[in-house]
């Protein structure tokens, strides 16, 4: 288990508008999965229920990224990202600070991991 701490650390560590960008999905996250535990897995932020990772995210040099932690999630959500202009996957979706990952669609995302997880 890792502390609070651990992630605003994670943060710190990023450019100011990642770490803006990064602490609003975390926020974001935070409401749809209450009751979550927030960790650092695999190096990276994230959100457990259980002993079930749902979800993750983290900052590379140009873009952000939402890690649902498993192949099967992002892979359904494909020709709607590519609509939309976001790149992605089998693992992730990659976004920007200046163009974050819409609610419904983080939403979304997130409700289909719980369901592949038997958590939905």
Do not use: N, W
Not at 17 to 41: H, M, T, Y
């Amino acid at each position: 288990m890792t502390t609070l701490g651990g992630i605003d650390d994670y943060l710190a560590t990023l450019p100011d508008d990642q770490a803006r960008c990064l602490q609003d999905l975390r926020e974001r996250v935070i409401k749809l999965l209450p009751g979550s535990e927030e960790v650092i897995s695999y190096a990276m932020p994230g959100h457990r229920l259980g002993k079930r990772m749902i979800a993750g995210y983290a900052g590379f040099a140009k873009h952000c990224g939402f890690y649902p932690h498993s192949g099967g999630v992002v892979p359904g959500f494909a020709s709607e990202l590519e609509a939309r202009g976001f790149k992605h996957s089998k693992s992730g979706v990659l976004f920007t600070p200046t163009k974050p990952l819409p609610d419904d669609l983080l939403e979304r995302l997130i409700a289909a991991r719980l369901k592949e997880a038997g958590l939905a």
